[in-house]
């Protein structure tokens, strides 16, 4: 029979077990001793769920304190020589993550990147020359040890080494990645006969770069890389996922490997060429289950499908999710306030690790019993899963005449600001009178504790509509008091009524919905609650006009109108299944574009649209870049450009790689663009620089993922640096995010030093 199992749960847990431990270690409520209890804890009771699901092979080394790239970084001796001579423990890892970990010294963080085309952020590993490179296993070794106290059928998941070199960066940029490949292989050989020799027999080794377009030497290097790791006493599963394989497919069937898992949600076409070279010994993994998003399958129409694979591979055949389970909630079970249909639809890690086992039991040889009967059990959930799925795309409470026609008649003209930006900056400056190398944030400021209880008491009903309203005001009007205080030129109403840059606005929009427990890691301790878009999308009604309106009665200076980009929108939520991408995005730019001109009659001058998913948003093969781009740009630009010339329009992007997509930026002709680079050491500013950016740009100078000070003086040399890239006149000062999960005392320190690095430019540069 056709067997199930899972390449990776979700690590924090249904409750975000994890985050609060980490966090309470990170305050130094709980010692290490007692943070590694409960990770024990956790993963023993993520095993159980699976065994019990009906999942074999369960995985091993999928469970991370931070980020799964780091811990390989770790693994293989590939930390920075800043962090000093240390051991490749836990408080190295926080370090490396975050700059600090209790009891230590601080350091500069490591970079921090989006992993593929996911919202999920990993640890770029470091690769300084002369880096020495050694094995430190331990820790997947006591987790293995772990497992089986749960079960013996496992299977230990890495990251193969031409992911890990491809995810990483070479400290002296002229320095080719790949020459440090021979090294890594032979950490990889010993760690598999390590494995081996503790009774493994199969090793999942996650590939995603396969599915990226790699340049051909590197491609060259992942089939020796194959070659090397072939022989080591266990049987390898080359997983990719992501997408398709396209026309590197039948190389990859071909790489020395005993099975393959590939992404068929992703990358249907893949079967036929599969089941023709697949050998006699070898397995295939078929991610057929969505690991990305919260529909349930239709499981009638996967299993008519797989039925002729099942009858010729039989126990070769496994069924799996397309990808890890890290990017869907854990269990649809704690959800108990969505309407029943709406419901009825989803499927979150736990139930699809059952529509698995479902699939497995129906087809040829499935004879396994289901909890609640056998196969007529399993055939009885198939057939609703169909119906379930027609259901989905015809419901009334889904679509909107309305709305439809509006997209229909959208003209290019509503994608285009009536004048060019030089002639707009002039306007704006003389509205605006700011000074040289203006001071702002990104938006938000400290979600207090105070602030939470507020909002858990307003939603449980213990606290009015009014009273809530009075609560957000006091504390919108000290965030402006302390940013008069500070000094800063343009100022934030700071954010406090909203819980999430992305569920605030899903909460007001039609055609939105929102779980209790969704929740989903997005970096380490950072968990979010994607909305999930059901149904055409409107907005019935202004979002934010008139909490920016009380800010901006509070002070002199502008307070920026702040909202979250339509493509951030649409990325960071679960997207319906039944509309393109594009559609839905031209949805959410058209009740933006509402919003947009609603601030702007309110007297807001400047209008903040963050798109920080706009790079993660690429496919990841860059054939498909030129009609993602158009459409993404045309989106931003739907939503912004309804406004006067005067009104200056800002966006914010974090942790990209910008050199690829300049001519994007551009593109979405905003008149200002606030980016991260503090990590970076400026570096990302080059791109810039050699296209010669037309518009304004704030690059961040304040790494606010890390709980540090940066002081004034490495403030002044970030901003020199980018002086060097960025014509005075048209350079911003600000942190890199927003700040709503800093500490109040450290965001006024940070803000201080931040002014007056900016002060003291425009003295040096005689912009005074």
Not at 83 to 111: H, I, K, Q
Not at 427 to 450: C, D, H, V, Y
Not at 567 to 592: G, H, M, N, V, Y
Request: charge should be negative; glycine fraction near 6%; hydrophobic fraction near 40%.
């Amino acid at each position: 029979m056709a067997i199930a199992h899972n390449l990776g749960f979700p690590r924090i847990g249904a409750r975000r077990e994890l985050k609060r431990l980490v966090e309470d270690y990170w305050a130094e409520r709980i010692n290490l001793e007692r943070l590694e209890e409960g990770g024990r804890v956790l993963r023993r009771h993520h095993w159980k769920l699976q065994l019990q699901a009906g999942m074999f092979r369960l995985p091993v080394g999928d469970f991370s304190w931070y980020d799964q790239v780091l811990d390989h970084s770790l693994m293989f001796g590939v930390i920075p020589r800043r962090f000093g001579d240390v051991s490749p423990d836990l408080v190295t890892l926080f370090r490396m993550a975050r700059g600090r970990a209790p009891g230590t010294p601080d350091a500069r963080a490591c970079e921090m990147t989006k992993w593929f085309d996911t919202n999920y952020h990993y640890l770029v590993p470091e690769f300084e020359p002369g880096v020495e490179f050694r094995l430190s296993p331990e820790r997947l070794y006591a987790e293995l040890e772990e497992a089986r106290a749960v079960s013996n059928d496992l299977k230990v998941v890495l990251i193969g080494p031409l992911t890990y070199l491809w995810l990483g960066k070479a400290v002296d940029p002229e320095f080719d990645r790949l020459r440090f490949l021979p090294r890594l292989l032979e950490l990889y050989q010993e760690l598999l006969r390590g494995l081996a020799a503790r009774g493994v027999h199969w090793v999942q080794m996650d590939e995603p770069a396969l599915v990226t377009e790699l340049p051909q030497d590197w491609w060259s290097a992942g089939q020796n890389a194959y070659q090397a790791l072939a022989g080591q006493g266990v049987r390898l599963l080359l997983a990719t996922y992501f997408g398709g394989l396209g026309e590197r497919l039948q190389d990859v069937l071909e790489l020395p490997v005993d099975g393959w898992h590939l992404d068929r949600v992703r990358g249907a076409d893949m079967m036929e060429p599969v089941h023709a070279a697949l050998g006699p010994e070898k397995v295939v993994s078929m991610g057929v289950i969505d690991g990305r998003n919260i529909w349930r399958a239709d499981l009638q129409t996967l299993s008519v499908s797989l039925r002729g694979c099942a009858e010729q591979l039989k126990d070769r055949l496994w069924l799996a999710p397309s990808c890890s389970l890290l990017h869907v909630p854990v269990d649809l079970g704690l959800e108990k306030e969505l309407p029943d249909e709406l419901r009825s639809w989803m499927a979150f890690a736990v139930q699809k690790l059952r529509e698995l086992r479902v699939l497995a039991a129906v087809l040829p040889g499935g004879t396994r019993v289901l909890s609640g009967g056998g196969r007529e059990a399993a055939a009885a959930e198939i057939t609703t899963s169909a119906a379930v799925a027609a259901a989905r795309h015809t419901a009334d409470f889904s679509q909107d005449t309305e709305v439809r026609e509006q997209c229909s008649m959208v003209q290019e003209s509503m994608a285009r600001r009536t004048s060019t930006y030089a002639k707009r900056s002039q306007l704006q400056r003389a509205r605006l009178g700011l000074p040289a190398l203006p001071t702002t944030t990104i938006g938000s400021f400290p979600q207090t504790p105070e602030i939470r209880r507020a909002r858990s008491a307003r939603k449980s009903g213990m606290l009015s509509k009014e009273s809530y309203r009075e609560g957000m005001q006091e504390h919108i009007r000290r965030a402006i008091e302390e940013q008069e205080r500070l000094g800063l030129d343009v100022l934030v109403h700071g954010e406090a009524e909203r819980n999430d840059m992305v569920e605030y606005f899903g909460e007001l929009l039609q055609g939105f919905a929102i779980t209790q427990a969704g929740w989903v890691q997005s970096y380490g301790s950072r968990c979010v609650k994607p909305p999930i878009i059901h149904g055409d999308v409107s907005r019935p009604r202004p979002m934010t006009v008139e909490w920016i309106r009380y800010a901006q009665e509070q002070t002199s200076k502008p307070v920026k109108g702040m909202l979250t980009g339509p493509l951030t929108i649409l990325s960071w939520s679960f997207p319906r299944a039944d509309l393109k991408r594009s559609e839905i995005c031209t949805q959410i730019a058209l009740a933006l574009r509402k919003e947009v001109q609603d601030l702007e009659e309110a007297g807001v001058r400047i209008i903040q649209i963050d798109e920080p998913a706009f790079r993660e948003g690429l496919p990841l093969r860059r054939s498909q870049w030129p009609a993602y781009l158009e459409w993404a740009t045309r989106c931003f630009r739907l939503a912004s450009s309804g406004v006067a010339d005067e009104t200056q329009i800002h966006t914010h992007m974090c942790y990209s790689e910008f050199n690829d997509i300049i001519e994007a930026l551009v593109d979405l002709d905003a008149d200002v663009i606030t980016i991260e680079t503090a990590r970076s050491n400026m570096e990302l500013l080059e791109a810039f620089s050699r296209f010669q950016y037309p518009n304004e740009l704030g690059p961040g100078v304040y790494d606010i993922h890390a709980p540090l000070v940066p002081e004034e003086e490495h403030m002044m040399s970030l901003l020199r640096k980018a002086a060097e890239h960025i014509s005075a006149e048209r350079l911003w000062v600000n942190p890199d995010c927003g700040l709503k999960t800093r500490a109040w005392r450290e965001t006024r320190a940070a803000l201080h030093n931040m002014v007056r690095a900016a002060h003291r430019l425009r003295a040096e540069l005689g912009l005074t």
